[in-house]
């Protein structure tokens, strides 16, 4: 009997952190109407397959400033890429579908960096660098990440826009700096292209 006792208290605690990040999330979109399909409210938005939300040219609204620290130590501020498409994928070295798609972003980053794509990661809920770092270096991410440990960045975006409410989320910016695509699911090569191919199009 005690020991079931000690395995319960084992396993609240353990869950404990899991639930207050699931709760910070939650409550970050709490009263939004961005999971509705075809947008709904002033949201202006639709949600195709594969869960990629998205917004009519004239209907997107500018990306908050989104800046920082990279894990290598520099200053980065997304505001310096205006002109070209910026990719923001949301990730933590802890999270399982962060590292299953992470190969495709790599992947797609080099794709397309010829093509004015520029992809800029912010690493969350990592309380130390080097668990970032090491996945990075695992996966051969070639571009940075604004470290980002208590999730300030994804509280910026504003109420109404396709708001970053996962880990892992992408929303990408197209190139006059406005929120034009979301997913908050892990992403392969042929959805990341979804997202982004439709912006390299753009007149």
Same mark, same amino acid.
């Given at each position: ?62 990306? #908050? +400033? ?11 501020? /997304?505001? *310096?890429?205006? $002109? %070209? =498409? ?71 975006? #504003? +109420? ?11 929303? /990408?910016? *197209?190139?006059? $700096? %406005? =929120? ?24």
């Amino acid at each position: 009997m005690s020991y079931g006792r000690a395995s319960r208290r084992r396993f609240t605690l353990l869950a404990a952190p899991a639930a207050a990040v699931a709760l910070a999330l939650t409550l970050t979109a709490c009263g939004d109407n961005d999971n509705k399909a075809g947008g709904g409210g002033n949201t202006n938005f639709v949600t195709g397959s594969g869960g990629i939300s998205t917004v009519a040219k004239a209907d997107r609204k500018p990306a #908050p +400033k989104i800046d920082g620290e990279t894990l290598d130590g520099e200053q980065l501020d /997304v505001a *310096d890429f205006k $002109g %070209k =498409i910026v990719v923001l994928n949301i990730w933590g070295s802890w999270c399982g579908p962060c590292r299953l798609e992470a190969q495709y972003f790599s992947r797609v980053a080099k794709e397309t960096k010829d093509k004015g794509v520029e992809f800029v990661g912010i690493n969350t809920r990592d309380a130390r660098k080097d668990p970032a770092v090491k996945f990075e270096k695992d996966y051969g991410v070639p571009y940075p990440s604004i470290y980002d440990p208590i999730g300030k960045l994804m509280l910026r975006f #504003p +109420k109404g826009t396709l708001r970053p409410q996962a880990i892992p989320s992408t929303v /990408v910016l *197209d190139r006059e $700096g %406005k =929120i034009a695509a979301r997913s908050l699911t892990a992403l392969d090569a042929e959805n990341l292209h979804k997202m982004i191919d439709p912006l390299i199009a753009e007149k």
